[in-house]
Structures are given as structure tokens and as C-alpha cells.
């Protein structure tokens, strides 16, 4: 595991109790080592081949992620936000870089995970006054409606059960103008949901961490039927999947939702 530091120790977070979705998601995080030092933190996702070379077994993963994260921000550039919502923030990479690129918009980040919010505040919280990282559960801790010109959802889909029930509570906390982007997230035709599920299932067995099955979920373009969505990068056509090779764009769509 890549040590976080002797104050963050993981199991001041992880309890002997019937484990949580937090507790099997560190576990996991750990276990796949994606719990990184401070200093990796903050050059995400933008690592040089010296920090890459302590995480070789996912190097890839993040040069998809700077990839997405740079189309992402040259799009949002063509008409800045003036307020910004990341659900399931993590440890606060992307919405430091939102906050660093629209420095007039209200950023506010949004996460579950206690562990990795308090790095987040650790790591980016002293750099941005208009960058909030906040512990919330959107369904149980209900947002300001009408509130954001855009909300992103980047490589967490997955851990959302219901996706109607989602997109519908997200649709209430846009501004008439604002858009949901779904990043760097699996969605599956149909047809493909039952061996997505297997490949799962056998991968977290094969970690140790079966319990993950309950809480990983996967979506199907069927979930989105009804509402107003566009696909900006689809990963299946061709120009793409060579994409994936040549210039490591993202193996998953890139989907906006408006009103």
C-alpha cells in the first residue's frame, strides 16, 4: 500500500464492525493500491513518469484519466460555469483542477468517504476560497435546487444502485442551462450487463472483498431511456477504440444530461 502519512492511518477509518460501503472500499482501494501519498495526490492526474513508476500496475488508468480530464475541461471552457457539483470526489483531484481552471465558479465537491474527503482538505482544501469539500449523501442530505451550471459524475456511476432515482435528483439541482456529464463510468448495452457482472464478481473474489458485489453496479443505455441525453465520445467506434490505443482516450462514453 502507498502509505498516506502516520496521522491518516486507515484503520482510524476502517471498523470491526459489519463493514460498510466505506470500510469495503478502502479495503479494496487498498488492496488494488490506489491509496496514494499526498504527493501523488496532488499532480493528479497529470503524473510524471518518476511518480507513475510507483503505481506501474494502473500508469494507464491515469494517463486515460489526464486524457478525459483535459477533454473534459476544454469543453466546459466553451461556456464557463459559474457553479460546479463533483459527486464522489475521492480525494479531490478533478474538482481542484475545475477549481483551478474557472476560479470564478463555486466548486463544491461532494463524497461518502470520509478517508479520502480528509485528504482532500488536507491536500487541496488551503489552495481555492471558492473549492468546498463536503461529506453527503445527495439522497440523504438534499442540495440546493436549481443551484448548479454543471454536474459531474467521473468514474463513480458504478456505485449508484438506481440510476433513474439518480439522474432525476441531479436533474433537480441544475440550473435551466446546466448539464450532467457522465466520465470515465462503464455502461453497458444490455446484452452485455450479465458477463460484466461475472467478470466483476470473479474480480472481487479474487481480491478478497466478495462484499464489493452488493455495492458495484452495472448500467445499462437502457437506464437513460427518457431522458435528454447526448453521447459526446462513444468508446465502441472505430476512430475511438484506436484512440484508445494511440493517444489513451478513455475505454468509457462520455454522456451529457440536460433538462
Known amino acids: 500500500m502507498m502509505c498516506i502519512g502516520p496521522c491518516q492511518n486507515l484503520e482510524n477509518f476502517i471498523t470491526d464492525k459489519v463493514p460498510s460501503f466505506e470500510d469495503l472500499y478502502l479495503r479494496l482501494r ?21 511518480k507513475l513508476k510507483k503505481i506501474p500496475s494502473i500508469s494507464k488508468e491515469w494517463k486515460v484519466r489526464s486524457r478525459s480530464t483535459q477533454k473534459l475541461i476544454r469543453y466546459l471552457t466553451k461556456r464557463p460555469p459559474d457553479s460546479v ?19 470564478s465558479a463555486d ?56 440510476l433513474t ?9 441544475l440550473t435551466p442551462r446546466g448539464e450532467i456529464h457522465l466520465v470515465d463510468s462503464p455502461i453497458y448495452r444490455l446484452s452485455e450487463v450479465n458477463d460484466a457482472k461475472r467478470r466483476s464478481e470473479t474480480y472481487f473474489d479474487s481480491c478478497g472483498c ?25 468508446p465502441v467506434l ?11 482516450d478513455s475505454p468509457f462514453p462520455w454522456v451529457i444530461i440536460a433538462h
Not at 131 to 155: M, Q, S, Y
Not at 165 to 173: A, P
Not at 210 to 234: A, C, Q, V
Request: net charge negative.
Open 210 to 234: 466478495p462484499e464489493m458485489k452488493e455495492f458495484y453496479h452495472h448500467h445499462s443505455w437502457t437506464g437513460l431511456e427518457g431522458f435528454n441525453y447526448r453521447i459526446i465520445y462513444d
Open 85 to 103: 457539483l463533483e459527486i464522489g470526489c475521492g480525494n479531490g483531484w478533478l474538482s481542484h483542477h475545475l477549481a483551478t481552471t474557472f476560479r
Open 30 to 50: 487498498t488492496i488494488e493500491r490506489r491509496v496514494y501519498e499526498d504527493e501523488v495526490v496532488k499532480d493528479l492526474p497529470f503524473l510524471h513518469d518518476g
Open 165 to 173: 432515482k439518480l439522474i432525476n435528483t441531479l436533474l433537480d439541482l
Open 107 to 162: 466548486v463544491l465537491a461532494t463524497d461518502i468517504n470520509e478517508f479520502e474527503l480528509t485528504q482532500a482538505r488536507r491536500v487541496f482544501g488551503n489552495l481555492h476560497h471558492h473549492l468546498t469539500f463536503r461529506l453527503a449523501d445527495i439522497f440523504e442530505n438534499p442540495l440546493e435546487a436549481e443551484k448548479f451550471d454543471c454536474i459531474i459524475i467521473a468514474g463513480t456511476l458504478q456505485y449508484f444502485a438506481d
Open 238 to 248: 472505430l476512430w475511438n477504440r484506436l484512440g484508445q490505443k494511440i493517444k489513451n
